[in-house]
């Protein structure tokens, strides 16, 4: 079964949508939560419960015990850490079924496993620990678990390598390239000791030796919303705004990150711009949809899109519409939910809890 949008809900004007979202909210009462990642367009925010990061968003649904269903307006590794925190009787719906995560799916759990392989052949796989963000999909949540590993987010990766550099030798990090060498350099791994593995070269495009002397093999996955930001872009912001702040996610490449005045995952964004002085200039490297928002919430403070442009978007996150919304909830007894295979979920949680050990 696919949740293919109807006609009448792909025809309906705004306005309408609105009145039927909100009336379908009040008869679902405390039954229901609706939970958008900051990437979010503002309509669909607007109607959220809780606005925030796929990690914490997937714990204050578990956290409600009153709450039946769980509508996460974000991407579909994000339903399903949220399916797989959550307790037996809630389930979890992902109203537009098409909105995934392309850096995600860089890291195919076939790939991973095939290189897993290689590790083993080589006799490193013992004192290796993998490492995933959480934008991954559970297959790969679940090899973690089963591995020794432990999910990361981007406010904890510093703590995962030093967790996981304390239980073995090597760390593999999947799937953010960027994510995982900013994090490994400020940690303190030295370069030559960071390698990239290639998933689409033989054995990762690496050599037996290399791979024997890496401490951080990071997985060669990218976000194209985060790729997107160059120095220029900090070098042109700085030249016509001279009191600029430049603010990126971890996700940028590293000669952003370096450049800019500080960076952190999408809360340390927004708690930035709230706690900012009125008059302050802020420019910010991360999707434009949250960006946007925080000029909506504070028009005493000039906050920018670092590139100057409009192009920062992810095209997945802005597949969730306010016709899907009204179509998710309206027939939710008949959409169909996400569900984690209880085998892969069992894995995938033990990864999840493991990065409950992490240090704050
Ligand atoms: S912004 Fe990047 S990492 Fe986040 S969902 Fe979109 S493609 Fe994936």
Known sequence: MFNALPQEYRVAPPEELRARIAAAREQLGSRLTI??????????????????????????????????????????????????????????????PLAGCPMADMAEVADVMEAWAVLNDLGVADRTIPVSYMNTAAGLKAFTGKNGGLICTSSNANGALEWS????????????EHLGYNTAVRFGV????????????????????????????????HCHVHTNFSPEHIDQMRETYPDVRIIVHPECPPAVVDKADAFGSTKFITEYCESAPAGAVIAIGTEVNLINRMAHYYPDKTILELSGQTCAVCANMYRTT??????CLERIDD???IRVPEHIKADARLALERMLEIPK
């Open 322 to 327: 306010l016709n899907d919304l009204a179509f």
């Open 35 to 96: 939970l958008a990642h900051h990437y979010q367009r503002l309509e669909v925010c607007e109607f959220a419960d809780h606005i925030g990061d796929s990690y914490g968003l997937s714990k204050i649904a578990a956290a409600m015990p009153e709450v039946d269903y769980i509508v996460f307006c974000g991407v579909h590794f994000m339903a399903e850490s949220a399916d797989i925190l959550a307790q037996p009787d809630q389930t979890t719906f992902l109203p537009n």
């Open 190 to 221: 030295p370069r030559e000791r960071i390698v990239f593995w290639d998933f689409a070269e033989d054995q990762g495009g690496l050599t037996d030796e290399q791979i024997r002397e890496a401490t951080v093999i990071l997985w060669k996955g």
């Open 335 to 337: 959409f169909k939910p």
């Open 165 to 176: 550099l304390s239980r073995g030798d090597k760390v593999f990090f999947f799937p953010d």
